[in-house]
């Protein structure tokens, strides 16, 4: 078995380690100013479910947005739109610093700019993740994905602690500063990397249509949307550890914000532990495997947090609970990007982004409904049940061995030479591919034809149906709809190399006499009196 890359095979790229080193300092400003952000929220109401909706004015733009976000990640320039969401959180940072100096805070006025940085985020976030198959090769992503992990969770072990302490002596608006700042550097790095953009003959994609071919192909693809499912189960159960970790560190434990800080620091401390043993975690364990004892070992540590009153204690319940975060996390994120095509990966990567922090959006609002109503230690509790259940949910739904097939672009289509002219727009249009196939045959072409229908429907067609003729039953017919010229073509191009296997075989079983037979036809609903559709003069070979 060939060996599998080193976890710091990714820095072999200048690129990578570029930009690998800003988003460091990026996250760095981010967790300080989510530090001063809880924080300023305990001083400005009593209210443990306001100290939790900080966490969710977070994560919920991410969910509303991250689909949109990645429609655009999949159509435009990612370079541009990674830039474009920088230069927009750094404003509303500034923003924030202003108002905080001035104590012109209000508790939703504080959510109102948090949720600004949210959807910052959202807008960034699927470009970032979707430009690691540009910047390193196939065998080198999962070690990119963990080292992304790691790198947010090596800030996470210090960044709460220098928040906390930055909190503490200079107050929440000097927070606030610090990561207006820290955008700089990777605002700079993104200006530097000049990205290779294939060439694409056809126009871009309409947004609406970009977005609901991104819902398709991932709700035709049951690994793909059981990784969604359990992302959301995790998302919204293990969140109430963030989320209350302000109300533990000031009620339960008598700290202030340097201990809410340093609380954050011990849970980023696990999460880097976690990284590091995650590629040997994966040659010894399947992914179920791992996601239900990472779900486990987070209910454990969140059920001790609860019932602690001991401030060293709640520190080293916070450990494990990090490395299970960054196990099931990198895992989720991995899974979603080897089993999508690259034409499409953005947006699968914005479903899962949606699925996973609109669970943390819900459950930062329920786990502090659940401690103002019944205290801290029994909504995390609670939460610990829900991690239980989503392990539990393997036993039906278990996640799949990352995707091994090359999901690359085929790249053998040609345009077909048209005897009408068509303008792009022409359509809708049908088409026809004919088999002859052998009575003895059938049932390994028809168990063919299923995967092919949902290869088909994955990339764009519609209205798929197979026919057989009544009068030469060796006659089998496909047929399907696109709506336009171009969409019949890009529907070809987003063919993978994966996909070849199965069209190789229908080929295989087809007995005519050469390859199957494709008819391409432009429909006509009603009957025009005159053909609007000129002839395209062929030039004579």
């Not at 380690?17 to 305990?42: D, I, P």
């Not at 900080?54 to 541009?80: C, E, K, Y």
């Not at 390193?136 to 790198?151: H, I, K, W």
């Not at 979603?336 to 690259?342: H, V």
């Amino acid at each position: 078995m060939p060996d599998r890359p080193s976890i710091l095979a990714p820095f072999k790229h200048e690129t990578f380690r570029l930009l690998w080193t800003a988003t460091l300092v990026s996250n760095l400003g981010g967790l300080v100013q989510s530090v001063g952000a809880g924080w300023m929220m305990t001083t400005l109401t009593d209210s443990h479910n306001m100290v939790a909706l900080v966490q969710a004015s977070t994560t919920l733009p991410i969910m509303i947005f991250s689909l949109a976000a990645g429609a655009l990640a999949d159509n435009f320039d990612r370079r541009v739109v990674m830039l474009i969401a920088q230069g927009g959180m750094a404003l509303v940072s500034v923003l924030l610093a202003v108002l905080a100096f001035m104590n012109l805070m209000s508790p939703w006025l504080l959510l109102s700019l948090t949720f600004m940085i949210g959807a910052g985020t959202a807008l960034f976030n699927p470009s970032w993740q979707a430009s690691m198959g540009d910047i390193v090769p196939r065998s080198d992503l999962p070690g990119a994905v963990t080292l992304n992990a790691m790198g947010f969770n090596m800030m996470r072990s210090v960044g709460p602690a220098v928040g906390g302490l930055i909190v503490a002596l200079a107050g929440a608006a000097a927070a606030f500063t610090l990561n207006a700042l820290t955008y700089l550097p990777l605002i700079t790095a993104l200006l530097r990397w000049k990205p290779e953009r294939p060439a694409n003959r056809l126009p871009r994609e309409g947004f609406g249509s970009a977005i609901l071919a991104g819902i398709r192909y991932v709700s035709l693809s049951p690994s793909l949307t059981t990784v969604l499912f359990r992302s959301f189960l995790f998302g919204l159960s293990a969140v109430a550890v963030l989320a209350l970790l302000p109300s533990v560190a000031a009620e339960y434990v008598g700290g202030g914000a340097l201990a809410y800080g340093t609380l954050l620091g011990c849970f980023g401390l696990g999460a880097i532990g976690g990284a590091f043993i995650n590629g040997r975690v994966r040659e010894r364990f399947s992914n179920e495997w791992i996601v239900r004892a990472a779900c486990i070992g987070f209910a454990l540590s969140c059920a001790g947090l609860g019932f602690s009153r001991d401030l060293i204690l709640s520190h080293a319940v916070l450990v494990p609970a990090g490395a299970c975060w960054v196990l099931s996390m990198s895992l989720f994120n991995v899974s979603i990007q080897l089993s999508s095509p690259r034409w499409v990966v953005g947006r699968a990567l914005s479903l899962y982004q949606t699925a996973t922090f609109g669970g943390m959006a819900m459950g930062s609002w329920l786990w502090g409904v659940s401690a103002d109503a019944f205290g801290i230690d029994w909504a995390l509790a609670m939460a610990a049940l829900v991690l239980v259940f989503c392990a539990l949910v393997g036993f039906i739904l278990p996640l799949r061995e990352f995707e091994s097939r090359d999901l690359g672009p085929l790249n053998t289509f040609n345009e077909p030479v048209l005897r009408l002219n068509l303008t792009p727009r022409s359509g809708p249009i049908m088409v026809m591919v004919d088999y002859r196939i052998a009575q003895d045959d059938i049932p390994r072409f028809l168990a063919l034809m299923t995967e092919r229908r949902k290869v088909r429907l994955r990339d764009g067609a519609r209205q798929w149906a197979l026919l057989r003729d009544l009068e030469q039953p060796d006659l089998w017919v496909e047929s399907y709809h696109v709506p336009t010229w171009v969409d019949y073509v890009r529907h070809n191009l987003r063919r993978t190399k994966a996909d070849a296997e199965n069209f190789l075989a229908l080929r295989t079983l087809h007995q005519g006499d050469g390859p199957p037979q494709v008819h391409r036809m432009i429909e006509r609903q009603t009957v025009p009196l005159a053909d609007e559709t000129p002839l395209r003069s062929v030039p004579e070979v």
